[in-house]
T-cell receptor
Framework: KQEVTQIPAALSVPEGENLVLNCSFT??????LQWFRQDPGKGLTSLLL?????REQTSGRLNASLDKSSGRSTLYIAASQPGDSATYLC?????????FGTGTRLTVIP | DGGITQSPKYLFRKEGQNVTLSCEQN?????MYWYRQDPGQGLRLIYY???????QKGDIAEGYSVSREKKESFPLTVTSAQKNPTAFYLC????????????FGQGTRLTVV
């Protein structure tokens, strides 16, 4: 069964810092990988989708990389802002399902 | 606007009652999913459906039931057999099986009183 681990579990940084969130998964046979953010009490908002044949995707201040063979993905956030405070979820996908860890809770301090 | 709509946002249930959570999407997606989220845990799959009139159990289907009579709708019923129903429920949809880019609704928080 696919296991997803995100490190660190929680992260607190001052505004303006660049930061990296790490994700590892045990089964490299994935179709793609999505990064989501979740605000407290809200649904999930898709940030980036990396197809299994791709190695990275960029959207604004966000850059996600995927190393499928080693079961790793990273999300890089540049010039962090207080509005980036949320829980970030790395979600590899299989044929029938998405697989979730517990995410990284990010707090950006003004 | 295209998207997924879950209703209600908050729901209170008395013990022994069945309640139904609504999930509607206008994205023309074939696949729909229901997840449960508990504090400190990852999302867990309850049921999924890849086509109208067909659905499959996920990891924690006991005490839940679903229907998929229309492509746009995938309601979830939490039955009295679910012993610990208080949780945050999320519905998702994706365009096709095997290449899942998923989109989520805003969730329903169910509380047993």
């Amino acid at each position: 069964k696919q296991e997803v681990t995100q490190i660190p579990a929680a992260l607190s940084v001052p505004e303006g810092e660049n930061l990296v969130l790490n994700c590892s998964f045990t089964d490299s046979a994935i179709y793609n990988l999505q990064w989501f953010r979740q605000d407290p009490g809200k649904g999930l908002t898709s940030l980036l989708l990396i197809q299994s044949s791709q190695r990275e995707q960029t959207s604004g201040r966000l850059n996600a990389s995927l190393d499928k063979s080693s079961g790793r993905s990273t999300l890089y956030i540049a010039a962090s802002q207080p509005g980036d405070s949320a829980t970030y979820l790395c979600v590899p996908t299989g044929a029938n399902n998405l697989f979730f860890g517990t995410g990284t809770r990010l707090t950006v301090i003004p | 606007d295209g998207g997924i709509t879950q209703s209600p946002k908050y729901l209170f249930r008395k013990e022994g009652q069945n309640v139904t959570l609504s999930c509607e999407q206008n994205l023309n997606h074939d696949a729909m999913y229901w997840y449960r989220q508990d504090p400190g845990q990852g999302l867990r799959l309850i049921y999924y459906s890849h086509i109208v009139n067909d659905f499959q159990k996920g990891d924690i289907a006991e005490g839940y039931s679903v229907s998929r009579e229309k492509k746009e709708s995938f309601p979830l019923t939490v039955t009295s057999a679910q012993k610990n129903p208080t949780a945050f429920y999320l519905c998702a949809s994706s365009i096709i099986k095997g290449s899942i880019e998923a989109f989520f609704g805003q969730g329903t928080r169910l509380t047993v009183v």
